[in-house]
């Protein structure tokens, strides 16, 4: 039999390389878009609730109350964006460049307010600056005044004061990944400026911070995000807030269409807000263009500039730490029986252990999108993926219905399909249970770690992965290799911001828990709720203990993390 030449369309041995190169970055990239999608289902069970009728709602709302909201959030968003990012950068900046009396301790310090949950922080302002407060009591005894028209003094339960009080909780945000931002500049680009003639303010303001620029900007946004979502605080102060509106809609008005609506908006407000920043950059990228790392040279402030430093470092630290942790534990030792609570050991195990899978979940996840929006670079994925993480600018109770919305209905097409065909019922199998809880504080937080990620990829210059393909290495080996090890203190940063704000959620876990499942979160709301401060100090303290272990290894692994940085440098 005469051989049979081959066609020109037979392949006759393996595959081009750059076809299986090209495959294995498309697979990564449809994988990325298969779990944007996934985590994006609550988020349009919310739109799709929201498309509901609302019994003429927004007439009511539109002619009373909506003006003032957008009003009030607006103020909010601008009282909280300046104060976040003045503290938090201007902090990072210190404590990474410059050496000063307690530069070690401010390091790991400056993150502790982070672990105080806004609502509790302003229970405590509350209870020392109110009228019958020890503050105002002090003043009228030393001044000899007798009645409030006697001297003027500021009104916690304000909007000023929900302002003040998160910023104190949120700043940590911004400095954390302006810190961990800051720690991974090349000091070659910063020596270049010197050289130029450029002193250590225009350094900072021309140079390094513009580089940290991506990191901050994240910082910034998810400081704002989290006010927004705040309920506790600004229900507590009678500020009338979008979210305030939101829980008196759907708690007070029973329209849960008429609350997803306000959602919706507020959910805009949000977007628009990245879409600002993002336009205001216009594509612009910052990559570190050196391979030199060197310890940072920490120059020494001596004398009133160090001592200057060290108090613009003390005062976040006091005021948004020490003073109310100080007062939790007075009102602590006021109540022995309190401490001494059984429950407090599951109550402890029931928060941790919901944190810990949530955040590595929700890390993991953050990374597998970001990484597969630098390999693809396609809108789609890149849309897909920043609306699965919007999540963090719906409110908590809101998120949890559109949680429940997919949930109920797969748990309720497995109990069907099981009875028709073998007669056994399911019941509920997700909705209702500690995997609710955890899928919701992922879709929740997801906003963390994907933002944390892409702004620390987003300064690893193209040409890395470039290299990395030439010298045979696929997208997961590259990132396994080669990213994933540049990148340790923004991914120790990611999970500790998931970890210690799973600690603090409130209203998820209020309507996603199962029956008589309680977390040290929704023990602290209820007694507190009742103003029952010295009952629920005790809860709130086990909180922010939690907090403070993460918060120092954080802080010590950010500083290993700098390549050229020795571990015991001072």
Known sequence: MDAVAPSATTRTGPPPYGLIRHLRTRLWSVGALAIASLLAIPLLAIFYLALSPSDDIWSHLVSTVLGH????????????????????????WLVTMYRFPGRRLFEWALLLPLAVPAYVIAYVYTDLLEYAG????????????SRPQDYWFPEIRSLGGAISMMTLVLYPYVYLLGRASLTEQ??????????????????AMRVALPLARPALVVGVSLALMEALNDFGT?????VATFTAGIYDVWLNMNSTAGAAQL???????VLVLIAAERLARRGQ??????????????????????????????????????VPAGMLAIYSASDPGAVANPDFL???????????????????????LAYGMRLDGGRVLKAAARFAGAGYAVPGAV???????????LDNAIDGFLRRTIGISTGLLLSGTVAAVIFGYVIRFLALTLGTMESALAKITPAIDGASRTLGAGPGRTLKAVHLPMLRGSLLTAGLLVFVDCMKELPMTMLLRPFNFETLATYVHQLASDELLEQAAPGALAIVLAGIVPVILLSSAIRRARPGQSPTRR
């Open 69 to 92: 909201y957008v009003r009030t959030t607006a103020l909010l968003m601008l009282g909280v964006g300046v104060g976040t990012l003045v503290i938090g950068a201007g902090t990072a």
């Open 186 to 203: 090349s000091v070659c680009v910063l020596e270049v400026s010197r050289t130029l003639g450029s002193g250590p303010w225009a350094t």
């Open 134 to 145: 020890p503050v105002q009591g002090l003043v009228r005894d030393v001044f000899g005044w």
């Open 234 to 238: 600004v229900n507590y102060f009678a």
């Open 346 to 368: 599951s109550y402890a195990f029931n928060s941790i252990g919901l944190a810990t899978v949530a955040a590595v979940l929700a890390l993991a996840l953050g990374i597998v």
């Open 399 to 409: 998120l949890a219905v559109g949680v429940m919305i997919p949930l109920t209905g």
């Open 263 to 269: 959602a919706v908006v507020l959910l805009m407000f």
């Open 285 to 322: 990228r910052y990559h570190h263009t050196t391979s030199r790392y060197r310890a940072l040279p920490n120059r020494r402030l001596r004398g009133f500039k160090g001592w200057l430093a060290t108090l613009a470092c003390l005062a976040p630290v006091c005021l948004g730490f020490l």
